[in-house]
C-alpha cells in the first residue's frame, strides 16, 4: 500500500491542524494505521492508532486529549485532528500502516508515508 500524507505546516501553540494520509494500493481497510513524529535530533515516536474498521484507538500519553485519530475507509484516508498544539510537538509526522493492532514499535509496520512537516512557534 502507498500512503501520501499532508496538512502540515506553521501554526502557533494553542492552534489545531488536521494532518490527512490517503492510501492506495492494497485494501485500506486491512491494514491498522499509525501515526508517528520525529522531532529534530530525536528518534521517530509513536503517536496515535487507529484499528481496521471498528474505530478503536489509542495515543501516546503526550497526545491523549489533544489528538484525535480517525479514518474514512470509503475515502482510504486517515486523518490526524492535532489541537492545542505545543512547541515540542513540532517535528515531521508520518502515517504508516501495520496488519497488527496495538502495537507502536517502527518495525511493526509495514508502509509508510513520507511525512509532513508541522512546526508549532511559541
Known amino acids: 500500500v502507498q500512503l501520501q500524507a499532508c496538512g502540515g505546516g506553521l501554526v502557533q501553540a494553542g492552534g489545531s491542524l488536521r494532518l490527512s494520509c490517503a492510501a492506495s494500493?492494497?485494501?485500506?481497510?486491512?491494514?491498522?494505521m499509525g501515526w508517528f513524529r520525529q522531532a529534530p535530533g530525536k528518534e521517530r515516536e509513536f503517536v496515535a492508532a487507529?484499528?481496521?474498521?471498528?474505530?478503536?484507538?489509542y495515543y501516546t500519553d503526550s497526545a491523549k486529549g489533544r489528538f484525535t485519530v480517525s479514518r474514512d475507509n470509503a475515502k482510504h484516508t486517515v486523518y490526524l485532528q492535532m489541537n492545542s498544539l505545543k512547541p515540542e510537538d513540532t517535528g515531521v509526522y508520518y502515517c504508516?500502516?501495520?496488519?497488527?493492532?496495538?502495537?507502536?514499535?517502527?518495525?511493526?509496520?509495514?508502509?509508510w508515508g513520507q511525512g509532513t512537516l508541522v512546526t508549532v512557534s511559541s
Open positions: 504508516a500502516a501495520t496488519n497488527f493492532w496495538g502495537v507502536t514499535a517502527e518495525y511493526e509496520y509495514h508502509y
Open positions: 494500493g492494497r485494501p485500506f481497510s486491512s491494514y491498522a
Open positions: 487507529i484499528s481496521w474498521n471498528d474505530g478503536m484507538t
